[in-house]
């Protein structure tokens, strides 16, 4: 407990000692995979257009909100460019924690003369964040369950129907996206999902719909936990990030296949941390206005199978850099996989995340 | 008393020792210990006496042998059901426990009542005399305290037989002989048979009825104090008991109990007994005991020239380092009376011995 | 000498001071010594541990934000009727929009908003939205104007919220951690669908407890062979107890993951035996069994090392005593050695205890939802909701068990029975 405590101000005091050199930028990431896609798309053209510059990876994107917060509260930023989803930047917007931008004039145009604003279009949930990425949570399960007698889920309802499809299922630790699939297979249109979930009967509904499954259901907290254990064969269907299922099925050919029924869209995107000094927030800004135009943005999806958030990238998608693939049909975007799609209701979930979260961690707990 | 348990109450048969299967620390040891007898194994450390005592306790079992208890093979009977009692280095007095509770622990877990064992236990107190110390810690109590209590503990069940491993070796000198003294006391009126080991030559000559003498796991020599010290069978007893001068020569000539030798140093030929010497060509170290050496008196027997080395006054002798023959180690002990002139540093004068009192003893 | 114990007086020194003065002077120098070595660590531990965790305390009660970003607002609101079914009339709307002109324009009326968004849902929005807005109001007719932006600003539990936590200071954090809040009609415990951290607490302490009680079982003849082995093997056990704490814990937490899951190496040679039906595999992790196995194997040194040490001081010569004694194999244990070891499983038992009930990566890798302890909600709280004050109340909470159990733990067994060696 006391070292929970002491965290967030020890990195605070840590980073006092490796306080960033005038020639280095400090760019914050997931890590991993795709860490290593920017790194190939965004950093090293960067860096060879700016041989003064040098980039410096750090992999604490999940504690991004506590860090910065620590951070600003020890009066010494060493972030200058943070990569987060979009609703850890409203928060960090909402804390006063990033720098509100302005996509006119501080991002390229697309390159037919569009205005940022126009290309992001409503991508751009937040004052404060610059979208980079279009990513969904959405299911995989493994093709070779003999139980199942030869039949494939076809719809997100699959999840619910242990009787059909038995077998553990994965699910993320938190309400957010289980309560909408739950409504939706309850019988909820799509449309009403959130003013259901608005009342507590609502809530109880979801809760009751997920609690049908519930013994049945091994829960993840990282992203890298279902496609493992799809691929140990420890649950047969389960929720992630589309990307990391692309990773098991075409990069580790798993016998696991997608299931695109009612994924559920979010952005990924960067903030520039509030109140950085004039020099470092300028050299931000420049990397920004270049790691975030209509090319980069094409080319990161050369490594890694998240759709740019321009609609100008769109049609520069090309192959896999080492599969040699196509990539536009592994893109959520892709109109055959986007036939049924939720868009992350950030304001709501701003609103009723806490709330919810509590009762769905009491639900959990009992 | 069972038929066959004679008096010996412990009786050890052809005991061998290995702890590493190569070597023997404890080789082929046979001895019979007497109902009633004080017996001292002495030795020094490593010679194997300490774990001739395991072996009786049933710490350590026997490689090779048998030891009999009463007459019974006891090598297959665990420690607890041997009914010995034992003092221990350390006396092992448990901490958590009084000094009454301490002293309890042997009853209870014989089953005795309550009330049988607070009345032994009150008495043993007595005896050791701390009766008002019941109550107390063992972290509480002195050092000879503890002892005594240790020594409490060890006869209150009231065993036939009481081991004690080195039991005052952490005591101080003042307090090491009382406490000589009232062991000695307690044996003596409880008739019980005590085994004890030390390497204090000293402590075993006040105590023991007995010594058996340990050296690199054979015992050297069995025999009663006085015995040890006078007739000492080998040059390892000779040493080890008490203040000894040793001269190396050659036996020349063996003539019933004695021996005639000729010095290796000077040649000077004298006479010993015959006690460890082998035959005619020989090596031998010859034995005399400092007390007997006869000092300048021309006409003395077994006489060779000595150079005064150094005196120590020592209020009722004076100890006098001479130069004879190859040794400088040479210790007369001269009575401190008129009837012995002034002895100076550098000065020549004769020694000699009579032929009795030099022992002709095995060369180290 | 002579003159100096003549005086009746105190006594003197030479050079006629009294001596306790001079002694007092000649010990000073040793005692700054003294303190000199330790300012060192003092001042560290000061700055990098006393300081932070007092700071993250006071979080637990702090609630400046709101009398500081809305000042004239709590002010007019301190009049206004909270048992009235009514929102608060134009003189409150007005302070309002004053205060929220300011905020808006130093960007804290959304921090606000997540603030009170804790105690109440959709203020979060509300703020966001109004600061938004607040720049194109008329002058007068702001109540109005404010419901016109949302329709929630008439809502008279928005301003019952705002009010209740109107003050610089609020329990209102340490209320949510033992589920509880002050509701219309004072305290009283939240919906029962929402609570969850006294249910946490408990299982936190019933798990810790029995991790300690599995180390304690399995550590005890570990630590007893250690303390007996010739020096030599010893020497390589010991590195093999310690070994665990050269592998980083998510390395060995990701190990026991391979172990005991259903398709894992435990259940595969349990199928492969026949012990097993492959239909019915053991559950071995994301429960308590996982939580406890695996924390088991991580907390076994810190029982291990205090017992191997206080052994170590028991000499073999007790329980050669005991059998002398006519005490069979069994009793000179229990009723000789094990007494004399109680120091050890009592300093064990408190270590392993403090470490078990503040841990969260291990519970939250193999714990499922059933094995997950109360720093897990800690850890959320402080990285993802950023709920700092909910946090930091907890923690105390968590603290101040730990005080209390060390409390009954002195009462029944005694702290000085602690032994390290």
Same mark, same amino acid.
């Given at each position: 407990m006391k070292s929970m405590l002491t965290l967030a101000t020890a990195a605070a005091a840590l980073t006092v000692v490796s306080a960033?050199?005038?020639e280095d930028m400090t760019i914050v990431s997931w890590g991993g995979a795709y860490s290593a896609s920017q790194q190939k798309a965004y950093h090293d053209p960067y860096m060879a257009m700016h041989p003064d510059v040098t980039i410096i990876n750090d992999e604490s994107s999940a504690e991004a909100v506590a860090k910065l917060r620590a951070m600003s509260e020890a009066g010494?930023?060493?972030?200058?460019v943070v990569d987060v989803v979009a609703a850890d930047a409203i928060r960090l917007c909402d804390e006063g924690l990033a720098m509100e931008i302005d996509p006119d004039t501080m991002l390229a145009p697309a390159p037919?003369?569009?205005p940022a604003s126009k290309d992001f279009g409503d991508l751009?949930?937040?004052?404060c964040f610059i979208p980079q990425i279009v990513y969904s949570t959405t299911f995989g399960y493994r093709?070779?369950?003999?139980?199942?007698?030869?039949k494939t889920p076809e719809d997100i309802c699959a999840v619910f129907d242990t009787d059909t499809f038995p077998g553990k299922r994965s699910l993320e630790k938190r309400p957010i996206n289980n309560v909408e699939w739950a409504l939706l297979c309850d019988g909820v249109a799509p449309e009403d999902v959130y003013d259901v979930l608005s009342t507590p009967e609502g809530v109880d509904k979801a809760l009751a719909k997920l609690a049908t499954i519930k013994d049945d259901v091994v829960w993840w907290s990282a992203g890298a936990e279902t496609p493992q254990r799809l691929a140990d064969g420890e649950v047969v269907i389960g929720s992630t990030y589309n990307g990391r299922l692309f990773s098991v099925i075409?990069?580790?050919?798993?016998?696991v296949a997608m299931l695109w029924d009612w994924q559920v869209f979010d952005l990924d995107g960067w903030i520039i941390p509030a109140g950085l000094p004039e020099a470092r927030l300028k050299r931000a800004l420049d990397y920004i206005y270049f790691a975030t135009d209509t090319q980069r943005l094409a080319d990161q999806a050369k490594y890694i199978s998240y759709g740019p958030a321009?609609?100008?990238?769109a049609p520069l998608v090309g192959k896999?850099?080492?599969?040699?693939?196509?990539m536009a049909p592994h893109m959520p975007t892709d109109p055959k996989n986007a036939v049924h799609t939720l868009l992350y209701n950030y304001e709501w979930w701003a609103d009723n995340r806490d709330d919810l979260d509590a009762k769905f961690q009491a639900w959990l707990a009992n | 008393m069972e038929a066959g348990a004679q008096d010996h109450i412990v009786r050890f048969e052809n005991v061998q020792k290995s702890y590493?299967?190569?070597?023997?620390?404890?080789?082929n040891f046979n001895i019979d210990i007497d109902r009633g007898e004080f017996l001292t194994m002495l030795g *020094?450390? #490593?010679?194997g006496k300490t774990t001739c005592l395991m072996m009786l306790a049933g710490f350590e079992p026997a490689t090779h042998g048998e030891i009999y208890l009463n007459g019974q093979p006891?090598?297959?009977?665990p420690p607890h059901k041997r009914g010995i009692g034992m003092v221990f280095q350390n006396y092992a007095?448990?901490?958590?426990?009084t000094v009454a509770e301490n002293l309890a622990f042997p009853l209870k877990v014989r089953g005795m009542s309550k009330a049988d064992s607070d009345a032994k236990v009150k008495r043993a107190l007595e005896m050791v005399r701390l009766?008002?110390?019941?109550?107390?810690?063992?972290?509480?109590?002195?050092g000879g305290q503890q002892q005594r209590v240790a020594v409490a503990r060890a006869l209150v069940f009231e065993p036939d037989l009481v081991l004690m491993d080195e *039991?005052? #070796?952490?005591?101080?000198k003042n307090l090491r002989e009382e406490m000589q003294f009232e062991i000695k006391h307690i044996h003596e009126s409880l008739g019980v048979s005590v085994v004890y080991v030390t390497h204090d030559q000293s402590e075993a000559l006040t105590m023991s009825n007995r010594i058996a003498v340990f050296n690199d796991g054979i015992v050297q020599q069995l025999a009663a104090p006085e015995v040890l010290y006078?007739?000492?069978?080998n040059s390892f007893v000779a040493q080890f008991i008490g203040e000894n001068n040793k001269l190396s020569g050659t036996v020349t000539a063996v003539d019933g109990e004695t021996a005639q030798v000729t010095l290796k140093s000077t040649g000077d030929k004298v006479a010993a007994l015959a006690?460890?010497?082998?035959?005619?060509?020989d090596e031998t170290l010859l034995s005399i005991r400092p007390e007997r050496i006869i000092i300048?008196?021309?006409?003395?027997?077994n006489k060779m020239s000595g150079k005064v080395v150094e005196l120590i006054y020592l209020g009722d002798h004076i100890r006098c380092r001479m130069e004879v023959g190859d040794s400088n180690e040479f210790i007369v002990k001269v009575p401190?009376?008129?009837a012995h002139a002034a002895l100076k540093v550098g000065e020549v004068t004769p020694v000699g011995w009579v032929t009795e009192d030099c022992r002709a003893l095995d060369m180290i | 000498m002579s003159d100096t114990t003549a005086q009746s007086g105190p006594m003197l020194a030479a050079d006629g001071t009294p001596l306790k003065v001079s002694l007092a002077r000649a010990l000073r120098r040793q005692k700054l010594r003294a303190l000199m070595l330790i300012a060192p660590l003092f001042l560290f531990i000061v700055i990098t541990f006393l300081a932070p965790i007092g700071d993250m305390l006071f979080r637990s009660v702090e609630n400046a934000i709101v009398p500081d970003t809305l000042p004239e607002t709590v002010a007019v609101l301190a009049?206004?009727?909270?048992?009235?079914?009514e929102a608060p009339g134009e003189d409150v709307f007005t302070a309002l929009h004053a205060d929220l002109l300011i905020a808006a324009e130093e960007k804290t009326h959304t921090r606000l908003g997540s603030r009170l968004n804790y105690e109440m849902p959709g203020i979060s929005s509300l703020f966001r939205k109004s600061g938004r807005k607040v720049d194109d109001m008329t002058p007068g007719n702001y109540k109005e104007q404010f419901i016109a932006i949302?329709?929630?600003?008439?809502?008279v539990d928005v301003w019952r919220t705002i009010k209740r936590f109107s003050?610089?200071?609020?329990?209102g954090y340490f209320l949510a951690s033992i589920d509880a809040k002050i509701g219309h009609d004072g305290f009283e415990f939240v919906d029962e669908d929402q609570r969850i951290y006294l249910f946490l607490l408990w299982r936190t302490i019933v798990l810790s407890v029995a991790i300690t009680l599995t180390c304690t079982i399995l550590g005890y003849p570990v630590a007893w062979i250690l303390a007996n082995l010739p020096l030599r093997y010893s020497n390589l056990l010991m590195i093999l107890v310690l070994?665990?704490?050269?592998?980083?814990l998510l390395v060995r937490t990701s190990a026991w993951i391979v172990l005991l899951q259903q398709q894992g190496v435990i259940n595969d040679t349990l199928v492969a035996i026949g012990l097993v039906d492959d239909l019915n595999r053991?559950?071995?992790?994301?429960?308590q069994t996982g939580t406890i196995i695996a924390m088991t194997h991580i907390l076994l040194p810190f029982m291990i090392l205090p017992l191997y040490s206080v052994m170590k001081t028991v000499s073999p010569s007790y329980v050669r005593a005991a059998k002398s004694l006519g005490a069979n194999d069994w009793t000179a244990f229990w009723k000789v050695y094990f007494p004399n070891t109680v120091p050890g499983i009592g300093a064990g038992a408190v270590l392993v205890f403090i470490l078990a009930i503040g841990y969260y990566i291990t519970p939250e890798l193999v714990g499922g939802t059933s094995g997950i302890f109360i720093s897990n909600r800690i850890a959320y709280h402080i990285s993802?909701?950023?709920n700092w004050g909910l946090a930091a109340a907890l923690g105390v909470v968590l603290l101040s068990m730990i005080l209390i159990l060390y409390w009954v733990y002195d009462k029944i067994v005694g702290i000085d029975n602690v032994k390290l060696g």
């Open positions: 960033a050199q005038a010494n930023v060493t972030w200058d037919d003369g569009t751009l949930v937040s004052e093709t070779d369950v003999a139980e199942w007698g030869g075409e990069e580790q050919k798993q016998p321009r609609k100008s990238s896999h850099a080492e599969l040699g693939i196509e | 590493d299967g190569e070597t023997l620390v404890v080789k *020094p450390s #490593g010679s006891i090598n297959n009977v007095l448990f901490p958590h426990m009766p008002q110390f019941g109550g107390r810690r063992p972290a509480q109590l002195s *039991p005052l #070796g952490a005591l101080d006078e007739q000492p069978e006690v460890n010497c082998g035959g005619k060509g300048g008196d021309e006409n003395a027997p401190n009376s008129h | 009049d206004w009727d909270a048992s009235s079914e949302d329709k929630d600003w008439g809502n003050g610089d200071y609020t329990a070994l665990p704490f050269w592998t980083s053991l559950e071995l992790m994301h429960n993802s909701s950023l």
